[in-house]
Nanobody, 116 residues
Framework: QVQLVESGGGPVQPGGSLRLSCAAS????????MGWYRQAPGKERELVAVIASSGNTIVVGSVKGRFTISRDNTKNTVYLQMNSLKPEDTAVYHC??????????WGQGTQVTVSS
């Protein structure tokens, strides 16, 4: 049974930083490209960043230059380092595969709220 458990979110002021973690179980983690996604209220879920099994990364859209994705295959964990946070980064953040072969069941996600 695959489980994805996100953590590390919380309230933060604009300009601040957070590091999100996603621990995976029930899969051979190192074989999967993993992604971070976010869903803001009233909006569709969007891809934020992807890291291949090789370690190559892609960061998309407005978070380029501010967010960094990484992984530790020994811990079955993928991370999202978020710097220079803006109010528009407020969302529930989820991890999952990169979607090319479908998704696992979505976890609960972790709420990030950027506000002064």
């Amino acid at each position: 049974q695959v489980q994805l458990v996100e953590s590390g979110g919380g309230p933060v002021q604009p300009g601040g930083s957070l590091r999100l973690s996603c621990a995976a179980s029930g899969i051979i983690f190192s074989r999967f490209a993993m992604g971070w996604y976010r869903q803001a209220p009233g909006k569709e879920r969007e891809l934020v960043a992807v890291i291949a099994s090789s370690g190559n990364t892609i960061v998309v859209g407005s978070v380029k230059g501010r967010f960094t994705i990484s992984r530790d295959n020994t811990k079955n964990t993928v991370y999202l380092q978020m710097n220079s946070l803006k109010p528009e980064d407020t969302a529930v953040y989820h991890c999952n595969t990169d979607g090319r072969s479908g998704f696992f069941a979505w976890g609960q996600g972790t709420q990030v709220t950027v506000s002064s």
